[in-house]
Every structure is written in C-alpha cells, then in structure tokens.
C-alpha cells in the first residue's frame, strides 16, 4: 500500500512529524515500512509555461520552435520534439539550470542551428512511470489545464511535492488498504482523531428507483448490493490534484468518473464500478452466478469464458461486469456517457478469488474483495462517489439508493481479563492504561470485574480471539517497553553435527578445484527421469504440475547439470565445471512419502588447463574427474575404502565409464557421456560423475594420524609388468601393495603401453614402488628379498612377467 504523506494529513493531524519519523512509528507497530521516497527526488527549477507561438524547425521536419511565456518577463525561445506540443498549451518547463530525476541538467543548447532556451518537458522525464501515464500524453509532453498559473513551480501541481510512504501489509492487515484504514491506524499510534470526509450531496427530486431496479438472486455471493443514479455527467479530465494522487498510487488516470471511483477505493477500500447507464438496455439488474460456459467481454477487450462459480452482474440477459473483478465492454463509461449508474457491493471474498484465479485478473479491486473489505463502508462510499461526480462532472444525483440487503455483520465482541494481557506480556500495564490504549484504537471498550469487554469495529476484521486484543495493547504500548527476559534453564552450544561439517567440507573442495556449484529443478520430464539413475524406481508424480517437463520428481542431478552445461556451451563458455549436491526422490509405497537420497553429482567439458603464454592447454579427461573425486575422497578421509570397476552405464562411454564402490558396495559411477547423447545436447566431450553421499558421510573416517618426516632414505624400483588386456591396473596395484608388506609405503603407475612391440592381447603397465623403513636405513639386500615377494605375488596371482 502507498500512503501519500500529503493526502494523509486531510484525515489526520500529523503536527509536524516528518514522513521518516512517521515511518519509524509505524514500524515500531507492527506493520513494516518498506520505502519513504520523495516524488520530486532530483528536480528542481522546473516551472509551469505558456506556448504562445509555435512553428516548425527551419533544419529539422521533427522539431519545433516554440516562443514560450515562462513568467519571467519576455517569452523566451525553446525546440521541442513532442509531437504534440501546439500553441495555447500550458506546458512543463525546466529552465537552463534546471534538474531532473537521474542526476540530468539543463543547459541553454542550439539544436540543428537554432538556440533553445530549456526545455518542455513530459511527465516521464519528471519521474513518472510511463504505465501510469494518460494515455494522450503517454508519447508527448504533458499539458495542463487552462486555469494553472504561468511561472508556478510545477511539483506542487503534479503532486510531486509529497512523500509516498510504501507500507508492506501483512495478509490479516486488510484495513490497512485504503487511506482511512491508515489514517485509522496512524490516529491511534499518535493519540489524534480521524477526520472522515465529508459524504452530503444535494440530490434532485426525481427517485433513483424509477430509473433502476435490483435483483440479487445469488445472496450469499452478494449480500448487499447498491445502485446510486447520476445523470446529465460531462466526462472530461479529473481534477489535476486527483491525477497527482492516482499516480502517486500507482493507478493511471483515465476521465472524471472513472478516476473518481477509483479515487474512493484509495480513500475507503470499497471498490466501486461505474456503468453506462444507456449502454445497459434494460432498467433492471440481476446480480447471479454466472451459467457454465457463458461468455461476456471484459474492459481489457478479452472474450471470457465463464464458469458456474463466477458472480456477474447482468442486465437481467446478459452479463454487463464480472462481479469485484471487472466490468464488461459492453457497459463501459466512455466520451460519449451522460448518465451512469454506480455500484457498491460487498461480495463475498472466496468466489470473488476463484473468478480472479480463474480469469488470471488480480486487480486492485479484486485485492480487496479477497481479503475483506468494511461492510459499513459500503454505502458512505457510493454516497462520497456520488457527491464527487457532482462536484467535478457536473452530474445530477437522483435521490436515494436502489439496494437489496441481506447482510448480516455485527461487530465482534472479545472479552479478556486484565490478568491474562500482563501474564502474557510480562508486563504491569493498569486497566485505565489499556481502555485508554482500546479509545486510541476507537474500539467501543468496557471494564468490569476484573474483564475488558471490548466491541471491534467492522473495519478490523482480523480480531476475533483475545490473543488479537493482546497484541494490539503490545503493539501500542510499545514493543520495545516489554521487559526483557532470558531464557530459563541451561542453554545448548550452536555448531554443526558432522554430516553438516562433511557436506560443507565437499562444497569448499569442490569449489577449490574449479568447480562451480549449480541448483537445478527437483521436477523434470518422465523422459529424463531415468537418465543416469542410479537405483531404477517409478518415479514420483506431482499431483498438479505447471508442465510436462515439470511433472515428476527427479531420481538424478545429472540430466539437468547436462543441461545447464549445453546452456553455457550454446554461449561460446565452452570450458565449464559445475558440480551439485542435493535430493532425488525415491518413490515407496503408493501414497507415502517419498525416499529422499542426498547426491552429489558433476559435469566437466573443455579445458582444465590453459595456460595459453606458455602454450600449455589440458583438456578435460576421465582421470580429471576421478582425480577430482580422488581428492574429496582423501578430504573426507574414506579413500582407503574405495575402489573403481569398469563398467557400462547407459548414457555414457563404454570403455570410458567406472563404477565406484565404498567397501565393496556401489554408490556411483564416473566417465564420459555418451557421444550420442553428446551430439544430441550439442556438446563436446564432457565427463559427469554421480554418487549417493549418505554411505561416505556415515563411513567411519579415518583418524587422522601425524606421521614424521622420514629421517632415514628411501629406496625406488621401477617395474613394467606385462599382461593381458583384461587384467585391471588397481586388481595388479592391489597384489604389489599387499605383497610388498610394511616396508612398501607407496606404489604409483606412471605407464601404459599397447604398442606393436607388444603380443597381441597383452599390455604393458609400469609402476613406481618405493620403499622405507622409518626407524632405520634399508640394505639392498631386504629390498631385494622383498622386491622378489612382489614380482612373485603378480605372476602367481595375475600372470604377470617383467617386460624385457
């Protein structure tokens, strides 16, 4: 809700508090306060003009040369471009020295050889938002009415002299949508009264009723609904300070009558609708729940298609409004009126809501209706219209109401002792302290025996319970006088459990090794959701998905990593590492809960290493990512434990895809994605891995241990084994380890070989092994006896001979 500082003072007497300390107040009560802007931000010098002459541009066919009256003696010389810009218009002008919003000077200037003293200027380039903007002066410059003063400083006029205070309302807060729900609340906080604008208006003889008659067949939908008559309008522009106020409020001025109802939606939160009382054919109006199918067109020119929990008003044959939502074409106010009929109604909130969810028409009209407007408000409101359209449309009221009441509201009636409002407060507050608090809030209040009784106006339909009164006496009284308390009791220490430790120590290694962390969609497509699953479930469907790409839950991170990869490929990224960790969804028994897995999951493509001064490039490869995920295994301390199989997954490279296991058991896989699958995404050649993260953040660690620098040498053999294709590196690095015993501290394969020196079906794998005792220097003599344990160990166990 914007609160125009200016326009609140007519109801409240704000006795020079300025609009920041206002705001601070408010806050300080409960409803938070999310902007104070001022309107004329950054313009200054900018005053009312005459256009006495205009002229077109000796050099220019889209300029004009205007002699411009700007009160201040002679006229003086401007160019301007507006195509609407015309002789006898009072018009904005900033003068050489001027300043408009966005830090813009004007300076005196020659455009295409003709001097230009300024500049008429229109209301976008003072600040205004294009939307809210007339629309004949949405591509031009803004004219004023004929009765402005030349010379005046043209902030005061377009009501950019105010502050607009934006209040963020909470759901419950209804009352607060309209200028005297403020003034209201603004009234108690400052102990002052809330001056109520004045509704009389001097009415004709002839009776409303002869004119209209009113028919509500659907009355719980429409409890009270009213007709007020006004003939003989002249539609015309509303008066300037009512434009500068709709702006300020974000609503785009439109004629007289239709900116007056919207002028008392502002001012009352009562939405109210003006018809073209000629354009109705008929003298009657049937408010009805709309028949399955029917069709009507509404302002915005769009045919509607109506269901039978749509409330319409209808000229007894077809629909003329969409009831608390929007009217129809065919009764639209427009130049051509003299004679309209106003409504105001309270409609019930919920079918108001389901037409707008409906129709995907959120107005501001509909806002209200949904969260509950004032039923006693109903009628002032038509009558403040009515007097207005009088007033500035020169229009005729015709005496009375048309109206069919069946509403039945009274005011809510909550007891509370005085006991139970201290108790819950902590406080000391006495019984005169908190009728005074309830007469602040104008709420009818009583004391007697111990108990308030409290009677709550209308206009605050959100306190129905005592824990409502409790709060309001707090929020008045001033949450920051409630004493301060702590805690009884013993308090526990923050920190994080250690699967949270382990999930952040991921997140930071990955993201040291290059890795960018990405979050993609937990829906995705029946298709995709198989892809790269690494436990094959139905998977889960949403009840009421926003699409069929968005329709099952996710049962891999991969598909949608992939995506994101071919996203920042297709924009020449074409190095990209992105890693994320997060759920799939496991589906169980049918109507339970799905099982949720923590995963981890990567995608690699382009180049690891470009260092491209020393002409060094590295492109991504499979020992890249099982290297990467080498290291997170050693940060979380499980590397002893796991092992890499080669495998076949569908979706990846045959011969370059391995599984991963924690102890014997598989919890991923790493290698390439699938050339097919590749060319389809448009990608070139990446490498993903995927593994469930609840096994190695639930493997028991091992505890880190100091291990001192070694003070005596050690001693290095180098062997190349030869062997079969099929026989697996790590099955031969595990048979050298275990035989080597504890004097072999490490062993590491530095090559492969599958040349044509080699026999056909055998390869050659060379390693590294060394050995060291801590405590002693080694002879040559042990390191042999133990070096011939290791080639003995291969061949027996994997056939495999030294290459000669």
């Known amino acids: 809700m914007f609160v125009s500082y200016k326009w609140l003072q007519e109801y409240v007497d704000l006795d020079g508090i300025s609009p920041e300390e206002l705001a601070e107040k408010i806050t300080r009560t409960g409803i938070e306060v999310e902007s104070v802007a001022f309107k004329g931000e950054g313009i200054k010098n900018v005053v009312v003009g005459h256009v006495l002459e205009k002229e077109k541009h000796p050099n220019a066919d889209k300029l004009n040369k205007c ?15 507006a195509p609407n810009v015309d002789k006898g218009q009072k018009v904005a002008v900033a003068k050489p020295g001027a300043w408009l919003p966005g830090h813009v000077k004007i300076k005196r200037s020659k455009l295409r050889g003709e001097e230009s003293n300024g500049m008429i200027c229109s209301l976008q380039e003072l600040g205004v938002e294009s939307k809210l903007v007339q629309k004949e002066y949405a591509n031009g410059i803004y004219v004023f009415p004929d009765d402005v003063e030349v010379g005046k400083d043209v902030l005061p006029l377009l009501g950019l002299d105010d502050t607009i205070i934006e209040l963020g309302l909470t759901p419950n807060r209804a009352d607060c949508m309209s200028m005297l729900g403020v003034a209201y609340e603004v009234a108690a906080i400052l102990g002052k009264d809330v001056k109520l604008p004045e509704t009389k208006v001097q009415e004709a003889s002839d009776k409303a009723a002869d004119a209209i008659s009113v028919r509500v067949e659907a009355k719980e939908a429409a409890p009270l609904y009213t007709l007020k008559v006004i003939r003989n309008v002249k539609i015309g522009p509303s008066p300037l300070w009512m434009q500068a106020r709709l702006m300020a409020e974000g ?61 319409v ?34 409609f019930d909130a919920g079918t108001i809501r389901t037409a707008s969810k409906d129709h995907g028409l959120r107005s501001e009209a509909s806002s209200r209706y949904e969260r509950g407007i004032d039923p006693n408000r109903v009628v002032p409101a038509a009558e403040r219209a009515a007097m207005l359209i009088a007033k500035y449309a020169g229009g005729e009221v015709l005496a009375g109401m048309v109206a069919e009441n069946h509403l039945h509201i009274e005011p809510a009636v909550v007891t509370i002792t005085l006991e139970k409002i201290n108790r819950v407060l902590g406080t000391q507050i006495s019984a005169e302290e908190v009728l005074r608090i309830f007469k602040r809030l104008q709420f009818e209040a009583s ?3 111990g108990r308030f009784t409290v009677i709550v106006p209308t206009r605050r339909g959100d306190i129905t319970i005592e824990e409502d009164l409790i709060e309001e006496v707090a929020r008045l009284y001033g949450y920051d006088l409630l004493p301060k308390t702590l805690p009884a009791g013993r308090g526990t220490r923050g920190g994080l459990n250690v699967i949270q430790q382990k999930r952040r ?141 080669a495998a076949t997954f569908e979706g990846l490279h045959p011969g370059r895809t391995a599984e991963i296991l924690l102890d014997g058991e598989a919890i991923g896989f790493v290698g390439q994605v699938h050339p097919n699958v590749q060319k389809e995404l448009d990608i070139k050649e990446t490498y993903v891995f995927e593994l ?61 070989y599958e040349g044509e020196h080699m026999e056909p079906g055998k390869k050659s794998i060379a390693f590294s092994l060394t050995y060291f005792d801590p405590e002693r220097t080694l002879t040559d003599e042990e390191v042999v006896a133990q070096h011939e344990k290791v080639l003995a160990a291969v061949k027996e166990k994997a056939g495999a001979v030294l290459r000669g």
């Open 251 to 311: 609503i785009r001025p439109h004629n007289n009558v239709v900116d007056i109802t919207n002028y008392i939606l502002l001012e009352y939160g009562q939405p109210l609708h003006a018809f073209d009382y000629d354009k109705l054919g008929s003298k009657e109006i049937v408010v009805r729940m709309a028949r399955e199918g029917e069709k009507m067109v509404t302002l915005d020119d769009q045919e509607r298609t109506l269901k039978d929990v749509h409330l």
């Open 447 to 449: 004391w007697e025996d």
């Open 505 to 645: 120590a991921t997140k930071r290694f990955l993201e040291g090794t290059g890795l960018y962390q990405a979050t993609t969609y937990s829906l995705t497509s029946e298709e995709k959701a198989h892809q790269y699953a690494l436990e094959k479930r139905e998977p889960v469907r949403v009840a009421m998905p926003m699409s069929e790409e968005r329709s099952v839950l996710r049962l891999s991170l991969l598909p949608h990593l992939l995506e994101s990869v071919a996203y920042n490929v297709a924009r020449k990224n074409e190095s990209v590492a992105l890693y994320e960790v997060g759920n799939v969804f496991l589906k169980k028994a049918d109507g339970a809960q799905p099982e949720e897995q923590e995963h981890l999951a990567g995608a690699i493509t382009g180049l690891w290493v470009a260092n491209l001064w020393q002409g060094e490039k590295k492109a991504v490869d499979f020992f890249v990512a099982k290297g990467i995920l080498e290291g997170l295994f050693e940060k979380l301390g499980v590397s002893g434990a796991i092992s890499y199989h």
């Open 67 to 81: 002699l411009v009256d700007i009160g201040e003696g002679e006229p003086v010389q401007i160019i301007c471009g």
């Open 692 to 752: 469930k993260l609840d096994p190695v953040y639930h493997y028991p660690a091992e505890p880190v241990q100091y291990r001192p620098i070694p003070r005596f040498p050690a001693i290095t053999r180098d062997i190349a084994l030869v062997v079969d294709r099929d026989v697996e590196a790590a099955r031969l690095q595990a048979i050298i380890q275990e035989a080597g015993g504890t004097l072999l501290k490490s062993v590491s394969i530095f090559d492969l």
């Open 313 to 346: 008003i209808t000229n007894g044959t077809e629909p003329v409004a969409m009831a608390g939502v929007m009217g129809g074409a065919n009764s639209e106010v427009s130049e051509t009126t003299t004679n309209v009929l106003l409504e105001s109604a309270y």
